[in-house]
């Protein structure tokens, strides 16, 4: 929901930085490796039983090379696999949050497993969504250019990336957090198919 609405004002700030990074032989598969890599280091903190103030440094920057690395293939070239390698890393990123908390306290467990299942769901819904666009020739850069096509939706990358600052700052209050994000990636979803259905029916 909010991805569109930032994408003027951090599009020129990130083009910027990601044709130093390109300009100093930097490859955009590079930046989304060393992303994940700080995802998992934030994931493993907080796995740890880390205080979650910690575990955000490395998550915010893994979040940023995130979107440096987009800027850093406009710069260079723009592969498939690079796109591929992009998404992949999201995913698993987002996979390893919850899991850290739910290793982090079994009392989370059941949380943690709602809302894994919920990014699963809305991820088959995104993923799907962008296949089926593609083969209608369907293109969008609302939420900027990008390998394959993202659908809009209540959730997106802006909103989960605050969901997860919420929870490194009151990771006491994990079970209501997640419950209550698991239930609002459901509704996406539903919005999501329902406008596939007037797309593609």
């Avoid at 796109?83 to 982090?104: T, V």
């Avoid at 809302?115 to 962008?130: E, P």
């Amino acid at each position: 929901m909010l991805d569109a609405k930032l994408r003027p004002w951090i599009d020129g700030p990130l083009n910027r930085a990601g044709r130093m990074l390109a300009d100093h032989g930097i490859h955009a598969q590079e930046v989304t490796l060393f992303g994940l890599f700080m995802g998992l280091i934030a994931a493993g903190m907080l796995a740890a039983g880390l205080p979650g103030v910690l575990a955000l440094v490395p998550l915010l920057i893994g979040r940023l090379a995130d979107g440096l690395d987009g800027a850093v293939a406009r710069a260079t070239e723009k592969t498939d696999f690079g796109g591929l390698l992009d998404i992949l890393c999201d995913f698993i990123f987002y996979a390893a949050i919850p899991l850290a908390f739910a290793l982090r306290d079994p009392g989370n467990a059941l949380a943690a497993a709602f809302l894994l299942a919920a990014f699963y769901i809305n991820g088959a819904s995104f993923l799907g969504f962008a296949i089926m666009a593609e083969k209608r020739g369907i293109e969008t850069q609302a939420q900027g250019e990008k390998s394959l096509y993202y659908s809009a939706g209540l959730l997106e990358g802006t909103e989960t990336i605050l969901f997860f600052v919420l929870l490194c700052l009151w990771p006491g209050a994990f079970v209501p957090l997640a419950v209550i994000f698991g239930l609002l990636c459901l509704f996406t979803t539903g919005a999501r198919m329902m406008l596939a259905r007037r797309l593609f029916g």
